[in-house]
């Protein structure tokens, strides 16, 4: 056994005190005078040895009582290993989870009100001249700093629901990297949360050898829960007035089945679609949904579902641009070609520019969704590295090489963009075997497939070099490539066999030309992403926009102002927003008083999965030094300090005190042993 006050116990020499009164008891004796004694002295003895015997007892209750409460003050307890001296400082560091889930309601309220009176519990097993940390999930400045008691139960009252979500790991590198900077202090660590499965993979975490680790797990109700995780659009561009088609995926976290859950999509705050659905338990689904009449312009999309009692993922946010025109760049050798001039010019919609080849303007190529290369006989490596870039960055690239192609200079643009590049003149005559019909760019485009098709006849064709990543779009006999379609970057290569000549084959006039390219200008483009997710700090890029020292770009929803970092790139500008955006909507980004640009922002999804840690699982993961706190109705100080100091057994102190005192006053009421009748 331990003290936590050794020096209460020199208060051990009172116990002389009650010895000295049993020695020298002054009580005054009243005389009584008898004409003859003889008969009493031996009723005399008799009545002495019994109250000789009580005052005895008495002594001894009084001793174990003042025995019993000196040692309540020096806090006797049993070292259980982790003991630490009253006297040195203590930094504690309390990780309190305000994520979405933990608004969820058990038979106490929210877990996250549950969790600010445990960390307040926590902080009253400490000292009043211990220090303290307060973290939550939004990782604020000002948490990086070491409170008072009643400064630390302040901040935790001011702690709300945040949309952020870190892992674990995350976690414990943050409380460590303010304690690591106190030196000479005891340090510990406490995360009180509901222990998503999503906060941590099950495996040890890395932690600071010294540094204690405790978990507090809270009690969360199973609830059903389904979620819009993603959309998307099936058309890359879009145009005022025709249909779009929304693929939205349904998540169903639960472990029963989601029964006809109602779910529509607005546009501009117009209910444009409407459905129900049923989702399987444990899995999700695409369901697509159809809508038209858009206007010209930027548009707000939202989808949202009614799903009870967990809400805060049900709805999801996006945008996009419905162009007037769509621009389209052609480059050839200086002398436009007459088919691909008239294939564009069938349809207002694309805005067409020709430029020779040695006249493409670099800084202005990305904002083409598609550019068009024909009978360029030898393209520039200058050239050849700007549509690389354009490539990566989201754009698309058609070749039709030239009659007289320098075959070198077509590898030297394409072979890095790992695309099919021509390789040889094969001067025998063929025709195009088949198409891919399961490709999107002919994919709905025929009604019904003839069973013998007319397809384009070739008189001479380039052979292309193979490429592992290429897909034939239309092939020639032996599956030889004739069109091709190769992903590099963010964007798409397209390749022809042949140039775009009567020499070569009739594919220039043929039925199919117009719609495959019809089809490639409208999957092209590299706009923006549909949605953005709040908490993943990515850089937001946006077509160039130029701006001065007064013309600062900012994001505007209702009374929310944002100004991000704006930096430039070669073709775009880069957006850096750190964690300035915590609703979820649509920002309108603004220059001055017009608006360039709207940006859509949900939150992560990680907490839609309301399925937990077990005990077994948090041991798994927590270091051998750490403990699990349970978290019921009673409260944490007590086992706090037990983890502090080990086994306390003041309060066995106090009781045993209190009882010796009751029993001396049972002595001293009840047991009289003078009281003798004489016979």
Known sequence: MHFLYPAFLFALVSLAIPVLIHLFNFRKYQKVYFSNVQFLKQISEQQSSRRNFKERLILATRLLALTSLVLAFA???????????????????????????????????????????????????????????????????????????????????????????????????????????????????????????????????????????????????????????????????????????????????????????????????????????????????????????????????????????????????????????????????????????????????????DVPAGNVDYTGLSRYPLIVLSDIKAISAGLAQQLKSYVAKGGSLVVFPSIDAEVSSYSALLQPMNAPYPNKLQTEATKVSSINLQSPVFKNIFDSYPQNPDLPIIKKYYQLASSSNSQNLMSLPGNGPFLTENPSGKGKVYVSAIALSDDFSNLQRHALFLPVLFRIALLSGHDQPLFYTIGQNEAIEVPPIQTGEKQLLKLVKDSISIIPDVRQQEGSTLLYLSDEVQQTGTYNLQKQDSTVAVLAFNDSRSESDLTYLTPADLAKILPKSGSILQAGTGSLKNAVTDINIGLQLWKLCIILALIFLAVEILLVRYYKPDKQVVS
């Open 75 to 353: 806090r006797p307890y049993i070292n259980n290993g982790h003991a630490i001296n009253a006297n040195t400082q203590q930094d504690i560091s309390v990780f309190v989870d305000n994520s979405y889930s933990m608004q969820t309601l058990n038979s106490e309220g929210s877990l996250l009100d549950q969790a600010k009176q445990k960390a307040k519990e926590i902080a009253s097993a400490y000292g009043i001249n211990d220090r303290f940390q307060l973290l939550t999930q939004d990782f604020e400045g000002k948490h990086q700093r070491l409170l008072s008691r009643d400064e630390f139960n302040d901040a935790v009252d001011a702690v709300k629901i945040s949309p952020q979500s870190r892992n674990l790991q995350q976690i414990i590198n943050r409380q460590q990297s303010l304690l690591s900077m106190q030196a000479n202090a005891v340090k510990s660590i406490y995360v009180i949360s509901d222990f998503q499965k999503n906060i941590s993979p099950i495996q040890a975490l890395k932690t600071d050898i010294g540094t204690r680790i405790n978990f507090v797990q809270l009690k969360a109700s199973k609830l059903p829960n389904v979620a819009v995780d993603s959309v998307w659009l099936l058309s890359a561009t879009h145009r005022p007035g025709e249909s779009e088609k929304l693929v939205v995926r349904l998540h169903n976290y639960a472990d029963a089945k989601a029964e006809k859950i109602p779910l529509k999509v607005l546009i501009n705050k117009e209910q444009k679609a409407l459905g129900s659905y049923t989702v399987n338990p444990r899995s999700a689904q695409n369901d697509t949904l159809s809508f038209s009449g858009l206007q010209a312009g930027w548009q707000q999309g939202k989808v949202t579902l009614q799903d009870n009692p967990v809400t805060f993922d049900n709805d999801f946010y996006f945008s996009f641009n419905v162009k007037q025109q769509m621009p389209v760049l052609l480059v050839d050798d200086g002398t436009a070609n007459a088919y691909l001039k008239a294939v564009f010019a069938a349809d207002k919609f694309f805005d067409v520019k």
